[in-house]
């Protein structure tokens, strides 16, 4: 006869009530932060910051399912039903990871890869405490809708107008002439995109909340229904000033599916799918509407061409992740734009990693929505009513066991208060959205500017209380909102985000969670108990250890920036305002380098500096994983110096050599070296030396550099004067002959400079 395993003792509960109100801690706080901090710089101190607050919560999360263990659920339905998500999820990112060694972008791609392994291992982890407690995660989330909305109206208030000031006076605000004009069309647009990279990623998160609040607007009563309902109001009109059409149609599409699934009968099926229609048809009937979607549709089918040709050329193992962005110059049609993503998540994945895996996330998202679909015949819950099998009796959540019954007024106030002071801690302490505050009224006074955050941390602190007593929106709410991300995704790339990626992964494990029926675990044995706990520690080191690299990295990679772009405007200064505005650039500079202010913007200590600050980011960047970024500045400082002091421009060679050797497929490096080569080549004309080695390496590397990116022309005009300094006439008629064929096809920035 098998014993039965004994109930858990008073200690493991203890640990167990303890671990859950840390864990309902998080609930709130990393949905409340994720919005407010941008992903686009991985060594960001907001980043780090999160990673460790994620890392931590995955760690609580594995203790929790280490002591507790729920009844499986009885394998009936369907095949698909009898998948879990998580199996094809952890199979998904060991590709993805084996993606991030062959990756042409090592960092970038290793930073994504953990991103997403820790948003979505965080909420899987948190899984016991999301069922427990589903009110907690509520008001996380809609404490994050708020503070967004916040965000969004400073931004449309004042932020922008002072962006486009800020460009209007100084046009050399963006250094690099290829971005430039987008930096100046972005600034001038009406659409908003508050503290997210772009406003289609803001849009992705907000169609992703919208279906739950539109779930609590309606169920709810009194005083909760105003408090929804005004965020529901206020979330469509920031969806509106986002300007996604793609994230619209995602939304109605999405909310039509969720219907035709709830509502039984085929006429009101029918009813639902006509109305959409109507929908679109009366949008399309608008010519501002049907102008952009067509100018948007025609771009991104010049993306999708070009990851069809990269599909092509590797269609088993893709070009590694990130590897759109390197391969898509070669590859992109000549009338398309610039991009550095596929804008079609599905299409991404084959790119970079394979059709193979390709297939293997589409079947990973099938699966996902299938857990999720609501069922006509249910009113409260849907799915599985778990039945514990087995020789010990279950202890219910509401039992004395893990979780007590439903949460008190003094756990939820400690769970809002840990969520207000991370927050205060992120905004008021580490500076996050100061430069926003910034442009706010008197924001240039530091007391003001403290002021504005302050208040900021006040207003999301209130909201939280606000939305504290609101339920857990239905199944069908969550299964809706995943439903439109995931469709979205189909035209855009905001699963590259993280601030997408979290929001999206507790939605989802919040619909699973009200799924199932009541609570129901029994203590996880020792060795269970133990793997947990070695499994937590694991993460949480593992990912300490990298956010202190990640911040000495990031530390050097802001001084070689700072240094790059006191060079440039050094370089480019003409008049005396621009000289004198160069020289305290430069004198910043310095200083953070702990050096003395230089004499003049050619003394020979900025040289010295400058040759230092290069070694030291070239030695940075070539260390596990290799980080482009890094090596930019170092590139970007030897252009800068060669230009400001031409008696540099032997001594910056051996490093331009380094950075080309090790990005063979980057044609930034090849092209600065290539520069580096020609003046050379210049010079030694000027001075009648005989020697034409480099004019020949000058031409070589600038045939290389437009194979890589051949219908940028004026990268031709590089090759056509290389070529003559080199004496090779039949190369210059050539590229002269192919800038006249390709200018009318190209997109107008990639057209030559003078008119052949």
């Known amino acids: 006869m098998i014993a039965a395993p004994p109930l858990a003792t008073p200690a493991e509960l203890r640990l167990q009530r303890g671990l859950v109100r840390v864990g309902g801690a998080w609930l709130v706080i990393l949905p409340l932060l994720r919005p407010l901090i941008w992903s686009g710089e991985a060594t960001d101190l907001g980043n780090l910051f999160y990673l460790v607050l994620l890392a931590a919560a995955f760690a609580t999360g594995l203790l929790c399912r280490g002591l507790a263990v729920e009844p499986r659920e009885p394998m009936v339905g369907s095949p698909w039903s009898r998948l879990q998500p998580a199996w094809l999820g952890a199979a998904v990112l060991a590709a993805a990871a084996w993606g991030c060694w062959r990756s042409p972008l090592p960092a970038a791609a ?361 339920p857990p929106p239905r199944p069908a709410a969550c299964f809706a909102g995943v439903l439109a991300c995931l469709l979205h995704a189909q035209a855009d790339f905001h699963l590259h985000s993280a601030q997408v990626v979290g929001v999206l992964a507790l939605v989802a494990m919040l619909g699973l969670a009200q799924q199932r029926g009541a609570l129901e675990v029994r203590p996880g044995s020792p060795r269970r108990q133990l793997v947990g706990a070695i499994a937590g520690l694991a993460v949480l080191i593992a990912v300490l250890a990298g956010v202190v690299l990640s911040s000495q990295r990031g530390e050097l990679l802001r001084e070689g920036r700072g240094l790059a772009e006191a060079l440039r405007r050094c370089s480019q200064a003409g008049t005396a305002e621009q000289r004198a505005a160069a020289q305290q650039y430069l004198d910043i500079a310095l200083e953070r380098a702990g050096q003395p202010p230089a004499r003049s913007l050619r003394d020979e200590q900025v040289a010295v500096v400058a040759l230092a600050a290069m070694g030291a980011l070239i030695a940075e960047g070539g260390r596990f994983p290799a980080d482009r970024d890094v090596d930019h500045e170092a590139a970007a400082i030897a252009v800068h110096l060669a230009g400001l002091d031409p008696r540099q421009l032997d001594a910056v060679g051996p490093f331009l050599e380094v950075l080309a050797a090790r990005w063979p497929g980057e044609l930034l490096y090849i092209q600065a070296l290539g520069e580096q080569r020609r003046r050379v080549a210049e010079r030694a004309r000027q001075r009648r030396q005989g020697s034409t080695q480099a004019a020949h390496e000058a031409q070589t590397l600038a045939a290389r550099v437009v194979a890589l990116y051949p219908t940028r022309l004026y990268l031709r005009e590089d090759l056509i004067a290389a070529a003559r300094l080199a004496g090779d006439e039949a190369t210059a008629q050539r590229e002269i002959a192919a800038i006249r064929a390709l200018t009318p096809l190209v997109w107008p920035p990639n057209r030559a400079k003078r008119d052949w």
């Open 110 to 470: 290793w930073a994504l890869w953990t991103a997403w392994t820790l948003h979505l291992g965080a909420a899987w982890a948190l899984w016991p405490v999301i069922r427990a407690r589903p009110g907690l995660l509520v008001a996380g989330l809609l404490g994050g809708l708020a503070g967004e909305l916040l965000v969004l109206v400073g931004q449309g208030s004042w932020e922008r107008a002072a962006l486009q000031r800020a460009f209007r006076e100084d046009p050399n605000l963006v250094g690099r002439d290829d971005l430039r004009e987008q930096f100046a069309v972005r600034v001038a647009s009406w659409r908003l995109e508050g503290s997210f990279l772009l406003a289609n990623t803001l849009a992705a998160y907000l169609i992703t909340l919208w279906p739950l609040l539109a779930d609590l607007t309606w169920r709810c009563r009194g005083a909760a229904r105003w408090t929804a309902g005004t965020l529901l109001a206020l979330a469509t009109v920031a969806l509106a000033c986002s300007g996604s059409k793609a994230g619209i149609l995602a939304l109605l599409v999405a909310l039509a599916v969720t219907g035709i699934l709830l509502i039984p009968g085929w006429r009101w099926r029918a009813a639902i799918v006509a109305g959409l229609l109507a929908i679109c048809a009366l949008a399309a009937l608008v010519p501002w509407v049907r102008t952009h979607a067509v100018a948007s549709a025609d771009v991104r089918l010049g993306y999708w061409q070009a990851a069809g040709a990269m599909i092509a050329e590797r269609p088993w193992c893709g070009f590694g992740v990130n590897g759109f962005e390197s391969a898509f110059p070669r590859l992109k049609p000549a009338w398309v734009e610039d991009t550095i993503f596929a804008h079609q998540e599905t299409l991404q994945a084959a790119a970079d990693l394979g059709v193979p895996v390709a297939f293997a996330l589409l079947a990973w998202w099938a699966v996902l929505l299938v857990r999720l679909r609501p069922r006509a015949a249910s009113a409260g819950h849907a799915g599985f009513s778990p039945k514990p099998s087995g020789a010990a009796p279950p202890q219910s959540m509401a039992g004395g066991g893990l979780l007590a019954g439903p949460a008190g007024a003094a756990e939820t106030l400690g769970a809002l208060g840990a969520g207000s002071a991370a927050l205060a801690l992120l905004v008021v302490g580490l500076g996050q959205l100061g430069s926003g505050f910034a442009s706010y009224p008197c924001g240039d006074l530091p007391g003001v500017r403290l002021g504005w955050a302050v208040g900021f941390v006040v207003l999301v602190a209130g909201a939280l209380l606000a939305v504290r007593r609101l």
